[in-house]
């Protein structure tokens, strides 16, 4: 081994830093996440800058938030999720599955800020030039503000930085940035942490904003150590089934805003489509006239999404019968299942049950348990319930129905896709009548509302 380097130990999922490998890691307690790295003792806590003077604290009034601030990406979906636009000096980590669409995102975004006449770089280190010309066409036209580097060395990427001063980076991405200083290949827990801090740096100090790509393990989460989550201001997950047309981008972590809001894309030739009424999306080729199928009310942040519950319950041909949940946690579905053979009186012990949200779409807003437990019961007496009827309340284990938050907004969103009946708890009774032109149902069970339903059917 070289003079100067010696051999540790890091933590794939949190960082630790250890002499020796253990098979338990002590700062997250998982098993067998060690790898063996060669650093150089040297480049450990270095700056990117000695500062010639000692700073001075400033209190809150002397410091002035202009409407500079934030400055609008031109796509309404991911300004939702970024919290109202792009924070100036903001550190923004996209991550999603391989060919899910975050390249196409965000070189739709570079389009539409260089149309603002905004000094944009795309850094990408995955891509030539040729390939990122070939996607950009099938974008659209783009402006001479936009402007392209193939490059994974971090110290020219540093000193072109510095020297330019953009207002906006894209790195695409982090597992391939390496710094000649750290002797570990790229995409190391080594690499990783040190890039991101000197991307990090580089933000705060010039005032960039800065867009990282980041690959994604097999569970879903961002590959590397779990510190680069920590140190970044916003995380956002681009979400959605490979081969679907729809994309979900969601935020885990915001700095600058909520983390509830979600932005609904679709992905055609010309690159990611806004779907600015996912609900409306959602709901496209519904069954009519079909038993086991109830539309249901979520909430996505500020914005409340209809979506189609569906259930298959049949005669078992098992000792133990089957249950089955796509898109809605499953021990939850056994839980409601539970509640309808005590409270209502369905005989669901011998059933297999299948469930599903229609569309690919994961919820697991309490809400969504009235309409599960409507349409498992639609699917077990074989009742058609009617197709311009919405249900949503939280189902407790008592049987009874729980209020929900904005029940208004619902209720005005089913008014809104032509939705003539609502079932919702009775304790939304003084917020949902503040909404005309649409008939309430309150129940304050679930067998209320199963009653209502065996006595239109």
Known sequence: ??????????????????????????????????????????????????????????????????????????????????????VQGSLVLVGGDPGIGKSTLLLQMCRHLADQKVEVLYISGEESLRQIKMRAMRIGNFDGHLKLLCETNLGNIRELIERKKPEVVIIDSIQTMYDEEISSAPGSVSQVRESTNVLMQLAKGLGVTIFIVGHVTKEGNVAGPRVLEHMVDTVLYFEGERHATYRILRAVKNRFGSTNEIGVFEMRNDGLQEVKNPSEFLLEGKPEGSSGSVVACSMEGTRPILIEVQALVCQSNLGIPRRTAAGIDFNRVNLLMAVLEKRAGLHLGVCDAYVNIAGGIKMNEPAVDLGICLAIASSYRDWVIDDRLLAFGEVGLSGEVRAVSMAEQRVQEAKKLGFEKVILP?????????????????VGTVKEAIGYIAGRS
Request: glycine share 10%.
């Open 426 to 442: 009775r304790v939304c009774q003084k917020f949902a009548d503040k909404v005309k032109g649409i008939e309430k149902i309150y």
């Open 1 to 86: 081994m070289a003079k100067g380097k010696k051999t540790v130990y890091f933590c794939q999922n949190c960082g630790y830093e250890s002499a020796k490998w253990m098979g338990q890691c002590p700062g997250c307690r998982e098993w067998n996440t060690f790898v063996e790295e060669t650093v150089s003792p040297f480049s450990l806590g270095k700056t990117v800058k000695k500062n010639t003077e000692i700073p001075k604290p400033v209190g809150l009034e002397e410091i002035s938030l202009t409407e500079d601030s934030r400055k609008s990406s031109r796509i309404e979906e991911l300004d939702r999720v970024l919290g109202g636009g792009i």
